[in-house]
């Protein structure tokens, strides 16, 4: 069966600091990736999607970057943080273009 | 681009009763729509979805409807258990797009 990893599951991190956060799906090959963020008490907002190594598509212009350097590695990633960059991150997968599976997520505080 | 409203925002019902969430969205072109469930601290996880070509899907206690024509659908839960206690969301999607647009989503409460 298929799983999905995400790590680290809180980070506590200051303005202007560097973000890494990395997602990891075991159980299946050449996966269709994807970043959400979703804000306290709010819905999920795509941040980026990957249909293979490399290919990496970006949602919504931000302060973050996406990266695939392996088949089931999605990592997300700030050169500096802000302040409205804290929220839950979540990744997901997906073998079809329908059902999207999350990983367990990660809580980041920028403070 | 798609948007999709959902109502309400929260719910409170008392166990054993049915629990009704609305979702309308904006593309006539979306043809899937799927529902997540998601505990407090914790991944979305996906409970029943439908696709356009079906107006009714059931699976045990939950049941999704849709609506092409008005450009709504629901999610009902029958006979509510404490455990069916956290936020609901509603997405819609074409497939063979990428992008999932997730509503804002329905805290439910069910009372013992």
């Known amino acids: 069966s298929q799983t999905i990893h995400q790590w680290p599951a809180t980070l506590v991190q200051p303005v202007g600091s560097p973000l890494s956060l990395e997602c990891t799906v075991e159980g299946t090959s050449n996966p269709n990736l994807y970043w959400y963020r979703q804000a306290a008490g709010r819905g999920l907002q795509l941040l980026f999607y990957s249909v293979g190594i490399g290919q990496i598509s970006s949602e919504v212009p931000q302060n973050l970057s996406a990266s695939r350097p392996q088949d089931r590695q999605f990592i997300l990633s700030s050169k500096k943080l802000l302040l409205s960059d804290s929220g839950f991150y979540l990744c997901?997968?997906?073998?079809?273009?329908?059902?999207?599976?999350f990983g367990p997520g990660t809580r980041l505080t920028v403070t | 681009g798609e948007n999709v409203e959902q109502h309400p925002s929260t719910l409170s019902v008392q166990e054993g009763d049915s629990a009704v969430i609305k979702c309308t969205y904006s593309?006539?072109?979306?043809?899937?729509f799927p529902w997540y469930k998601q505990e407090l601290g914790k991944g979305p996880q996906l409970i029943i979805d439908?696709?356009?070509?079906?107006g009714e899907k059931k699976d045990q206690r939950i049941a999704v409807t849709l609506n092409k024509t008005a450009k709504h659908f629901s999610l009902h839960i029958t006979e509510t258990q404490p455990e069916d206690s956290a936020v609901y969301f509603c997405a819609a999607s074409t497939m063979g797009r990428r992008a999932l647009t997730f509503g804002s989503g329905t805290r439910l409460q069910v009372q013992p």
């Open positions: 593309d006539s072109a979306s043809n899937y």
């Open positions: 439908i696709r356009s070509n079906v």
């Open positions: 997901a997968w997906s073998v079809t273009s329908a059902e999207q599976y």
